[in-house]
């Protein structure tokens, strides 16, 4: 009834689609867009490594844009840096020998703004170099 309905108002022939057929083309949409996902968490993957793959996925899934992503992940990412990889290089507060910053940067919000911009910036470098070298 519905689509001798709709056939008539649009004046196209109906089609003869069953459930089964309305599934199938589901269930394909759906195999493609995990698919189409995948490789946007592989391409975030390549620029920033040392991010999770749940958290990537977590972020493409709102922004569905890799350039988005890498940019939300990397105002956040001095919570994801390896212990050791990067030493705050402020005059207020001096690093300790495992290479952690001193519990003064977090209380100094000068201090700690500055060592979130240059582990922002050593991850943008790293994730250029990255994709040139990948890429040329």
Not at 46 to 68: G, K, Y
Request: glycine share 4%; charged share 30%.
């Amino acid at each position: 009834w519905y689509q001798r309905r709709v056939r008539g108002e649009l004046k196209v022939p109906a089609l003869r689609l069953s459930c089964h057929d309305v599934s199938e083309h589901k269930k394909g949409l759906l195999r493609e867009q995990v698919m189409d996902m995948d490789l946007l968490v592989r391409q975030v993957v390549e620029v920033l490594p040392n991010i999770p793959e749940s958290e990537i996925r977590a972020d493409l899934m709102r922004t569905r844009d890799t350039t988005q992503t890498i940019y939300n992940l990397v105002k956040t990412a001095p919570k994801e840096i390896p212990k050791g990889s990067v030493t705050p290089t402020t005059t207020a507060t001096k690093p300790t020998a495992v290479g952690k910053p001193s519990s003064s940067v977090f209380k100094d919000p000068v201090a700690r703004a500055n060592m979130l911009e240059l582990k922002k910036a050593q991850l943008i470098a790293n994730g250029r170099r990255r994709y040139i070298e990948k890429h040329g």
